[in-house]
């Protein structure tokens, strides 16, 4: 079982910036790929940003492609979530997913919700105009 608590969440100005991070438990933390997708109310949940293990490749939904950047520091069993000049539309609540053994090759895999076998609670993100 792997456990995931997203923090780093709150309001911020549009153009502003956040971290968000995810701790995991488990000993195997560096065989998971980890996602990060986000919900905004009345919307579907949708991929945000990814990284597999090993290599470490990093995939981007293209709305914040350019601002947002996902890291891994295996030694913390932590992923990073930075988003610079952060947009009203970036309002949701942004939650953290593992996927054990994830290697994915291209955005369309790596935005599967399907893949992902654990979840966070979620944390919000508010961005004011």
């Known amino acids: 079982q792997v456990q995931l608590v997203e923090s780093g969440g709150g309001l911020v100005q549009a153009g502003g910036s956040l971290r968000l991070s995810c701790a995991a438990s488990g000993r195997t933390f560096s065989r998971y790929a980890m996602g990060w997708f986000r919900q905004a109310p009345g919307k579907e949940r949708e991929f945000v940003a990814a990284?597999?293990?090993?290599?470490?490749?990093?995939y981007y939904a293209d709305s914040v492609k350019g601002r947002f950047t996902i890291s891994r520091d295996n030694a913390k069993n932590t992923v990073y979530l930075q988003m610079n000049t952060l947009k009203p539309e970036d309002t949701a609540v942004y939650y953290c997913?593992?996927?054990?053994?994830?290697?994915?090759?291209?955005?369309?895999?790596?935005?599967?919700?399907?893949?992902?076998?654990?979840w966070g609670q979620g944390t919000q993100v508010t961005v004011s105009s």
């Open positions: 990284i597999t293990w090993g290599a470490g490749r990093t």
């Open positions: 997913a593992a996927d054990a053994l994830g290697n994915y090759y291209s955005t369309y895999d790596a935005a599967q919700p399907r893949k992902y076998n654990y």
